[in-house]
């Protein structure tokens, strides 16, 4: 859990809203809020059944699933998370027609930011 805060919350930006209230930083679950989208992380283990080092097999599950947020500034998204030291490729267009910036967060999900592209004027 206090890896992905400090990804989320240092990384992204998002703020702490509330959490289990037990102490820092032994949260079974915490809220998160950056601008109007929220988050909640739950830990996957009770604090008596945690493994000492993630599950490599649990971790690799998680490239199955990513979790959007709409984003109206992907290219500003893009140069606060290099600003904020996060390793990130460049924004894409999709096909379809929405500009794209993915990265993992420390659990291996997929996060992408995205808003439908500008066109261009011919």
């Not at 032994?26 to 080092?53: C, G, H, I, K």
């Not at 995205?114 to 004027?121: D, H, I, R, T, Y």
């Amino acid at each position: 859990m206090p890896t992905s805060i400090k990804f989320y919350c240092n990384g992204l930006g998002f703020e702490l809203v509330s959490t289990d209230g037990k102490p820092a930083p032994d949260f079974d679950w915490v809220l998160l809020r950056l601008n109007e989208a929220e988050v909640m992380l739950n830990t996957a283990y009770d604090p008596s059944e945690r493994p000492a080092q993630p599950d490599p097999a649990r971790i690799a599950a998680h490239l199955d699933t990513v979790i959007y947020f709409g984003c109206p500034d992907v290219d500003a998204a893009y140069k606060q998370l290099l600003n904020n030291g996060i390793n990130v490729e460049e924004p894409k267009v999709a096909p379809y027609g929405m500009k794209q910036l993915y990265l993992k967060d420390p659990d291996n999900y997929l996060l992408c930011f995205q808003w439908e592209a500008k066109q261009k004027n011919s």
